[in-house]
């Protein structure tokens, strides 16, 4: 028998967003029995065309008109920044937002503004065994395998795509205008998001923070405990019994 949070989401409507690089197929282990669900690739991913100019704004533009009202956006990386902007320019009331591993801009550190440029050269002209071989650097074989399964099917003018989008965005600026109930997910292996995970809690009036076992792709490492922290915070947003903890561990 399924518990009520599990139908909670079972018939919400729902739209998930992968992170660069990966395909809406990543979703899979999280949404395959979810009837009401859509995994969209990114524009420059999967069998999605690209995006012209390739930014965060034009992603978001391309998936809006797959916004549903009372829709569940759960966005990952910087899918996670995609849903951020879908939330701002939705003309539909969401039910929910939950970001996985995402920040609102990696330019608020000087690592984020230095190292870009630096980058840059290193994704459009390294050997492609070699781009490859150090996708998913540091993370879990499971993750290192997605990583590098979706990677592998992308041309190189794409992933630099992809990397400039999520460089040169700033959803600072929309963080107050955010009214959907939102819950921040992150990783406890890998610390490089939870600065700018919390900035986004503590910047979003009643939204949660949640850290759980896993590195970046938490999808693939816990889905479990990903999918079972999305029921239950839908299952309090639904009841009026959201937590009184902001950061909770």
């Known amino acids: 028998m399924q518990s009520d949070e599990c139908r909670?989401?079972?018939?919400?409507?729902?739209?998930?967003?992968?992170?660069?690089?990966?395909?809406?197929?990543?979703?899979?282990?999280?949404?395959?029995?979810?009837?009401?669900?859509?995994?969209?690739?990114?524009?420059?991913?999967?069998?999605?065309?690209?995006?012209?100019?390739?930014?965060?704004?034009?992603?978001?533009?391309?998936?809006?008109?797959?916004?549903?009202?009372?829709?569940?956006?759960?966005?990952?990386?910087?899918?996670?920044?995609?849903?951020?902007?879908?939330?701002?320019?939705?003309?539909?009331?969401?039910?929910?937002?939950?970001?996985?591993?995402?920040?609102?801009?990696?330019?608020?550190?000087?690592?984020?503004?230095?190292?870009?440029?630096?980058?840059?050269?290193?994704?459009?002209?390294?050997?492609?065994?070699?781009?490859?071989?150090?996708?998913?650097?540091?993370?879990?074989?499971?993750?290192i395998k997605e990583t590098r399964r979706w990677l592998s099917r992308m041309k190189r003018d794409q992933i630099v795509a992809a990397f400039d989008a999520a460089r040169f965005y700033d959803g600072r600026r929309h963080l107050a205008k955010v009214t959907t109930p939102t819950l921040v997910i992150v990783g406890t292996e890998n610390t490089a998001t939870h600065r700018g995970a919390r900035l986004i809690a503590n910047s979003l009036k009643g939204a949660e923070f949640e850290t759980l076992d896993g590195g970046h792709m938490l999808h693939i490492d816990n889905p479990d405990g990903l999918r079972r922290t999305i029921e239950t915070f839908l299952a309090r947003t639904r009841s009026g019994t959201r937590s009184n903890e902001k950061h909770k561990k």
């Open 8 to 143: 909670v989401l079972r018939r919400a409507k729902s739209l998930w967003i992968h992170g660069a690089g990966l395909s809406g197929q990543t979703w899979q282990p999280l949404t395959a029995d979810l009837p009401q669900s859509v995994t969209p690739d990114l524009p420059g991913h999967g069998t999605a065309h690209a995006a012209l100019p390739p930014t965060v704004e034009s992603f978001a533009e391309r998936l809006r008109p797959l916004l549903k009202d009372d829709m569940v956006l759960v966005g990952h990386s910087l899918g996670g920044m995609v849903a951020l902007e879908l939330a701002v320019r939705s003309p539909v009331r969401l039910r929910g937002l939950i970001l996985v591993e995402a920040v609102s801009t990696v330019r608020d550190r000087w690592i984020g503004r230095v190292a870009p440029p630096v980058a840059r050269p290193v994704l459009k002209y390294l050997p492609r065994f070699l781009l490859e071989r150090m996708a998913g650097a540091g993370q879990s074989r499971p993750a």
